[in-house]
């Protein structure tokens, strides 16, 4: 039934106008190739877990290795949470807590391994920043310095998406760096973790048959294996598939010195995970 | 305790395991579901089709909503509209990425929830900003009910579509995913159609309504266009506590409050 007369809307004209944004050939009419608004931008991602949790002996190296780039590279550093959010997300989920409450939560952790990190760059100019200013002061701040700090979480929080199976949130660190990194349309776009990349089994658990690393590997193949257990969220695979810009990711080893540089540099270390075919 | 070997299951895997782990995935929806506030209603007010047609559309609503908020609680969020159509097409002209659109439309939600609060003060309901949901317990057994702006803040940070810049999770999707996590009683959208269509009731005259319908036969059906954002279809799979959402029409007086007390005045849409 078509509404009264009365109701008359008050458009603003445009091509979309008085459409429901989900008519299929409406939407795909005005789509223009997606500028890189940063294309210098390096996003790099310290694994919670992997690196941060490590302490001394695994983050010095590291940080150290990030205050060397700095010379040459304009990098957003982002952090995991690592084992504080796992003990959260057991107490929230005894609670009842829901994944939305649950994501907030481990944000949290993530946050506070950001100030760790930025604090030890403080002296060469880096500073923690919050997810507004990453979203909308980004460019000012790598312009006054070549690096930043920020939560690899993205601020999804009360709004992130119940999962199809069980209540522990999709969207955490290595989601977060992806899609932030797409919207800019970063570089590069490296996970450090404590692992060499991407194995054709998990090494922690493989038994006598020794998994075997791969350099390259498209995201839909991975996907499609059942390797029970990867370096990477598998979300961030699925995400590749729409991605404008960041075609590829590189996961290295942060425990191996020198691997950040050479991934900086464009050299081939750990495991490249491509999005095409 | 009876679960506490589960918890302490749970516990461990947490410790031990990826999070993407399949057995730690499944061990976690084992945990309970507790509902933060299950006699709040979630209404969403839309942006293009209530709020765009001014005061003829919304004095009627406000005024609905003032009477029965006592007697159901209520959250209300804000869709977007016509501005925010005009900034996805001229940043879609630009290049720009889905993004800086959902920043944008965001901004549109926000201006929408703002002039309804304004309408809704002599109610004594606020509007409620961004970090300001820990305070909506309060605000709704104050008021009865709080304003929101639906976009979720995803920001930056949003999925991006498969084909165009268009940001897929809209304030459909924000409205439905604080409906979920609030554990709340219903979710229900105002729009200006009686429901679901098979198709666009606007422009083909063939449209009929679909009065009830599962998310499944909806995504089967893949329906060319549709009242509701298609990723909210994806939610609802996985929600544990909003199962089912109606569509109604806000420009029909005394719906909102019947479809509050439970009545069946639209489209109900249902997962599985």
Redo the contacts between chains.
């Keep these: 039934?078509?509404?009264?007369p009365?109701?008359?809307?008050?458009?603003?004209?445009?091509?979309?106008?008085?459409?429901?944004?989900?008519?299929?050939?409406l939407?795909?009419q005005?789509?223009?190739?997606?500028?890189r608004?940063l294309p210098w931008l390096n996003v790099i991602t310290l694994g919670g877990r992997s690196i941060i949790d490590r302490g001394v002996e695994t983050v010095k190296p590291v940080v150290d290795e990030l205050r060397e780039a700095m010379s040459e590279h304009r990098m957003l550093i982002l952090t995991g949470p690592g084992?504080r959010a796992?003990?959260v997300?057991?107490v929230g989920?005894?609670?009842?807590?829901?994944?939305?409450?649950l994501a907030s939560l481990m944000a949290t952790e993530a946050e506070q391994n950001g100030h760790l990190i930025a604090a030890l760059l403080a002296e060469q100019g880096v500073s923690y920043l919050a997810?507004?200013t990453?979203?909308?002061q980004l460019a000012v701040h790598l312009s006054a310095s070549p690096a930043a700090v920020s939560n690899g979480f993205?601020?999804?929080?009360?709004?992130?998406?119940?999962?199809?199976?069980?209540?522990?949130p999709l969207?955490?660190t290595d989601a977060?760096a992806f899609?932030?990194a797409?919207?800019?349309?970063a570089a590069r776009t490296i996970y450090v973790k404590d692992v060499d990349g991407v194995y054709t089994a998990d090494p922690a658990t493989a038994g006598d048959e020794q998994p075997e690393l791969l350099p390259r590997v498209g995201a839909a193949e991975l996907l499609a294996t059942d390797i029970?257990?990867?370096p990477i969220?598998?979300i961030v695979l699925e995400?590749m598939?729409?991605?404008?810009h960041v075609k590829e990711i590189q996961v290295v080893n942060g425990h191996t010195p020198g691997n950040i540089t050479k991934a900086l540099a464009g050299e081939h270390v750990g495991t490249i995970i491509h999005g095409g075919g | 305790m009876e679960d506490a070997g589960t918890?302490g299951g749970?516990?461990s895997m947490?410790?031990d395991?990826?999070?993407?782990?399949?057995e730690?995935?499944?061990?976690?929806?084992t945990?309970?579901?507790?509902a933060?506030l299950p006699k709040v209603s979630v209404l969403k007010i839309g942006g293009?089709s209530v709020i765009?047609?001014?005061r003829?559309?919304v004095y009627p609503i406000v005024e609905e909503l003032g009477e029965i908020k006592r007697t159901y609680p209520m959250l209300i969020g804000t869709g977007a509209g016509?501005?925010a159509?005009?900034a996805?097409?001229?940043a879609?002209?630009?290049?720009?990425?889905?993004?800086?659109l959902t920043?944008v439309g965001a901004a549109v939600a926000g201006q929408n929830a703002s002039m309804l609060g304004h309408l809704m003060a002599r109610y004594g309901v606020p509007v409620v900003g961004d970090s300001a949901?820990a305070a909506v317990a309060l605000y709704i057994a104050e008021a009865g009910a709080a304003i929101f702006a639906g976009m979720?803040?995803?920001?930056?940070?949003?999925?991006?579509?498969?084909?165009?810049?268009?940001p897929p999770y809209?304030t459909d999707a924000?409205c439905f995913?604080?409906a979920?996590?609030?554990?709340a009683r219903q979710m229900i959208y105002v729009k200006?159609e009686?429901g679901l269509y098979t198709a666009?009731?606007?422009t083909d005259k063939n449209a009929t309504l679909i009065p009830e319908i599962t998310v499944d036969e909806l995504i089967e059906r893949d329906l060319?266009?549709?009242?509701?954002?298609?990723p909210v279809l994806g939610?609802m799979?996985?929600?544990?506590?909003i199962k089912s959402v109606q569509i109604i029409n806000g420009?029909r007086p005394g719906l909102i409050s019947r479809a509050l007390r439970g009545e069946h005045v639209g489209t109900i849409i249902t997962a599985a």
Excluded: C
């Excluded at chain 1, 993205?154 to 209540?167: D, L, T």
């Excluded at chain 1, 598939?241 to 404008?244: L, S, V």
């Excluded at chain 2, 060319?224 to 298609?230: A, I, K, M, S, T």
């Excluded at chain 2, 799979?237 to 506590?241: D, G, T, Y």
């Design positions: 039934m078509t509404p009264e009365i109701f008359a809307t008050k458009d603003v004209a445009s091509v979309f106008a008085r459409q429901t944004l989900l008519d299929r050939d939407v795909r005005p789509a223009r190739p997606v500028v608004l084992v796992r003990h997300l057991g989920l005894d609670l009842g807590l829901p994944t939305g409450v997810h507004g990453v979203a909308r993205p601020p999804y929080g009360i709004y992130e998406f119940p999962p199809p199976v069980g209540k522990i969207h955490r977060g899609l932030l797409d919207a800019y349309g029970k257990t990867l969220d598998p995400l598939a729409t991605a404008k | 918890t749970l516990e947490l410790m395991r990826s999070l993407s782990d399949p730690l995935l499944a061990m976690s929806g945990a309970p579901d507790y933060i293009q765009d047609r001014g003829a559309a016509t501005r159509r005009h996805y097409g001229l879609s002209e630009l290049g720009l990425p889905t993004g800086v920043d949901f979720p803040p995803y920001d930056m940070w949003q999925h991006v579509p498969e084909e165009g810049v268009i809209r924000g995913l604080v979920e996590v609030f554990g200006d009686d666009n009731p606007k060319p266009d549709l009242v509701l954002e298609r939610l799979r996985s929600a544990r506590h420009l």
